[in-house]
């Protein structure tokens, strides 16, 4: 058995709040939680067991797989590919007996990025567009477009294609993606795609 509309599918068991949009043809899995205000675009799948709080953003064709939690103050762009078990934080210095629910910073993750299973992004970061986020990686500062990240803490160990292939510079600091034949540059410690 199936709720929702018929624009979207949620399975029975999923919680959908009052106030929340969801997009045409998102999917939404087994005992996740959508709560009010949060803003889901088209074509998203989201997993089991997760839950998009309040005032989130995801945009459209945003892929969350099980066990992740996204909680307000993440702004996810299109194409976004979360990993099993990653983890969002929203505040930097957390304690039980203070509530510091005004002072949530903001984390947003750009356009085709993707984070690995149980990678940490701690909050008031940036993923740059079509960046790779190891598996277990520790986010604790900005990562730019196509960079490739891992560890703990992060550092980056290269460059990836928007296909999410590792990029090899030529002399000429340009690279092809193996997959798709599209050209990148490197420069100034930043990768740009050819325009065809």
Known sequence: MTH?????????????????????GTKIWHFSHIMP???????????QNVVISPDVV????????NNVSVYSGVTCEDDVFLGPSM????????RSAINRRGDYQ????????????????VCGNTIGAYALVG??????KDVPPYALVYGNPSRQYGWVSE???????NEKNEAVCPETGERYSLENKSVTKFSI
Do not use: M, W
């Open 106 to 121: 903001k984390t947003l993750v750009q356009k085709g990025a993707s984070i690995g299973a149980n990678a940490t992004v």
């Open 163 to 169: 296909a999410g292939h590792k990029l090899a510079f």
């Open 58 to 65: 995801l945009g459209r064709n945003v892929k969350i797989q």
């Open 135 to 140: 598996a277990g990686a520790v986010i604790t």
């Open 37 to 47: 205000g949060c803003i889901i675009g088209e074509q998203c799948n989201i997993g």
């Open 4 to 24: 929702g509309s018929p624009q979207y599918f949620a399975h029975e068991t999923a919680v959908i709040d009052s106030g929340c949009t969801i997009g045409e």
């Open 87 to 94: 983890v969002f934080t929203n505040v930097l210095n957390p």
